[in-house]
């Protein structure tokens, strides 16, 4: 029988021992060539694999780690090898829900194929030329300026040129970011804006600050302003207006109602008028307190002003003959305001990140000549 952690060699395979594998020779007849290769065969395809978790991948939970690290691993499978000991954490029966430590070993008795992925093209990220309007950047974060038409995220018509991608390919070209050494990690954006919206967003750099400000995002500890024009002028110079919001994905727009109702959730917007272009349409600032799908486009039509450019919540047609080719809607400030402790992020806490105004594409329309900025 093999040691626990003894090393062996089946052809050019160098397998390591678990205490459930025994020396599969063992009893049979060595002589029989059939027997023996079927064996072999067999420790071929299911060789112990050892995971050791790094910085990058501590702080999640096992089963949300392997489905990163061994795509090709179904869920079912996952689930049952975990439980039948042949998924174990630190030679020891484990649970899904362990959370793991750096310098966790997870010991994998399962088919070479699961650890196969078909995923990425890493010659993408040296072939890519990033372009990015980096507002900040240190160890830990990037504040990108998203301009109107970037895609954020990859579909199936653009998947390299996407700002996600341009920020792996910027990373793994600097050498802060090395794919072939991850298992379960690559950067990350933590907050999402629509295409036609332009804005500032927040990339992380490393799985600690993805943690941290994903936590910050979900408990409302940061403060998010955003510059629109709109049709018309408000009759408050501020408000903060209050209502309810329902999704409507199969049109993807959302509904407004002023009273509760089921299915509906609270939205709160802030705004106050910075100018005006005498009647016919005003320059707001708009701070989100509650953070819903198209709050601010749907919830100012809702009160009679829809932004300028947005066909989707008001008319656009004089607006794009006017130049206007996107919603004039642009997520141009952003304050730090933890309550909780931050971790890797408390240096970030009372900071706020702004764009110019000037750098604005629909300011200019606001601004009079000899106007101060």
Excluded at 160 to 172: F, P, R, S
Excluded at 215 to 232: Q, T
Aim: net charge positive; glycine share 8%; aromatic share 8%.
């Amino acid at each position: 029988m093999y040691n626990e952690g003894e090393r062996f060699q089946t052809g050019t395979k160098d397998l390591q021992c678990d205490s459930m594998l025994q020396d599969p020779l063992e009893g049979v007849d060595q002589t029989d060539e059939g027997v023996r290769g079927g064996i072999l065969g067999f420790l071929f395809v299911s060789q112990m694999q050892i995971l050791t978790i790094k910085r990058n991948d501590a702080g999640q939970r096992l089963d949300k780690f392997l489905t990163k690290a061994v795509k090709g691993l179904p869920l079912s499978l996952m689930y049952k090898y975990i439980r039948t000991k042949k998924i174990k954490v630190n030679r020891a029966r484990t649970q899904p829900n362990y959370v793991l430590s750096e310098g966790d070993e997870i010991q994998l008795f399962i088919r070479e194929e699961f650890f196969a992925s078909p995923e990425g093209d890493a010659g993408a990220l040296l072939r890519i030329q990033p372009k990015l309007d980096i507002l900040y950047e240190d160890e830990n974060i990037m504040l990108l300026n998203k301009r109107p038409g970037v895609l954020v995220h990859e579909d199936t018509a653009a998947a390299e040129n996407t700002l996600i991608m341009h920020v792996k390919a910027y990373l793994a070209q600097k050498g802060e970011y090395r794919p072939e050494e991850e298992q379960s990690f690559a950067p990350a954006l933590c907050n999402r804006i629509d295409r036609n919206t332009g804005g500032i967003v927040i990339a992380a750099k490393n799985a600690e600050a993805l943690r941290v400000m994903n936590e910050k995002i979900r408990n409302d500890e940061l403060r998010k302003f955003y510059l629109c024009a709109v049709h018309g002028v408000p009759k408050k110079q501020q408000d903060t207006l209050h209502g309810w919001l329902r999704k409507n994905s199969a049109e993807n727009m959302v509904e407004i109602s002023d009273q509760k109702r089921p299915g509906y959730k609270e939205i709160v917007t802030k705004y106050r008028v910075l100018r005006t272009a005498g009647r016919a349409s005003s320059l707001l600032e708009v701070e989100l307190v509650t953070g819903r799908t198209h709050q601010i486009r749907a919830h100012l039509s809702h009160i009679g002003h829809p932004l300028v450019g947005d066909g989707k919540y008001g008319v656009n047609r004089a607006d794009r003959a006017k130049g206007y080719k996107y919603q004039a809607l642009y997520a141009y400030r952003l304050r730090f305001d933890f309550r909780e402790e931050s971790g890797v992020l408390e240096y970030l806490n009372g900071r706020t990140f702004a764009l110019e105004p000037s750098e604005i594409w629909f300011y200019r329309d606001y601004v009079k000549e000899g106007d101060r900025e």
